[in-house]
C-alpha cells in the first residue's frame, strides 16, 4: 500500500524557547505545504537554528506544539527522525574518509544492506557530480564538494523533509548556484525542504513561502512578491516616445515625470490588481506607452525595514566581495 504523504509537511503553534532569562524564541506559529521550500530569514541569534533544532527533535521546546509529517515531535521522536534529513550550518563530513566511503558509513548507520548501500552510494556520488572524486579523501574537497557530499549524505535515508540551515553560508557564487539548483530537483521530486538563510537572493530564487524572525518573534509571512509589497517604494515606469504622449500620461495619472527619458514613474505595488486599474486608466484617456515595467523593492529592504539589519547580499556587495 502506498505510503500517505500529509499535505502539510511542518505545523507548528506557540512555540517557546529560553535559556535562562534568555528568550530565544516566543510563540511561533508555522504551517507548511508538503513538497514546497519554506525559507526562514532573519539576522544571526533570531531563532533560526533553534527552530530547526526543534522540529527535528535534537532539542525539546519549553512551550506549544509541532508535528512533523504527521508525526508530533515531543510524543513520536523516532518517526520523526524516519521521515527528514538534516544539513547543519557545518558539514558533518570526515575529511580522512573518501567521498565513497562517508556515504557508505551513512548508508551502513541508515542499515540498508551492503548491496544496496552499494546502490545508494553510486546513485548519489553520479547526482551530485562527485564520481571523479569518489575516491579522494573528504578534506581535499572544495567547500561546494563538501556541501554537495553533506547534502548527499543526507539523502541515504531517502528523506521527504530536508532541513537545510545555511547550507551556502562561505561558498561562492557558482557553487551557490549549483546548490540551489539541487534543491530545485529535490522539490521536483516531491521533497520538502525547510531552508534557513541570511542571503536574500537564496530566499528570492528559491522559496515558496517565506517567514522573517526577529528576536524569536515571526515579523512577517508571505511570497517573496508579498512581502516585497509590504514596503513602499514600489512603481511602474511607462516610457514614451514623444513628449506631448508623456505630459497627457502624467495629467492622467499623476507621479514622477523624467523628461530627458520620457519617462513616467507612477506609485504602485506592483499587484495585478492595482496594475489592471492602471492599464484601464491609460485606456481610458487613449495613452499608450512604449513600454512599461513593475519595480517593486527588493527583498533586502524588507529585510531592512522587518529587522532593522542589512541582509548578507548587501553586507556582502558594501565588503566589496
Known sequence: MAQHTPRTAITATGLRKSYGDHVVLDGVDLEIPAGTVFSLLGPNGAGKTTIVKILSTLIGADGGRARVLGHDVATEPDAVRAAIGVTGQYSAVDGLLTGHE?????ARLHRLDRARA????????????????AGKPASTYSGGMRRRLDLAMTLVGEPRLIFLDEPTTGLDPRSRRGMWEIIRG??????TVFLTTQYLEEADQLADGIAVLD?????????AAELKRRIPGGHVRLRFTRADELESAARALGGETDDDALALRVPGDGGVASLR????????????PEELSVHTPALDDV?????GHRGTDENERKAGR
Open 102 to 106: 562517508n556515504l557508505m558509513l551513512m
Open 118 to 133: 552499494r546502490r545508494r552510494t553510486a546513485e548519489l556520488l553520479e547526482r551530485f557530480d562527485l564520481v571523479d572524486a
Open 186 to 191: 529535490l522539490v521536483a521530486d516531491g521533497v
Open 215 to 223: 528576536h524569536g518573534t515571526l515579523v512577517a509571512e508571505g511570497t
Open 277 to 288: 486599474s492602471l492599464l484601464d486608466r491609460l485606456d481610458t484617456a487613449s495613452i499608450t
Open 303 to 307: 529585510f531592512l525595514a522587518l529587522t
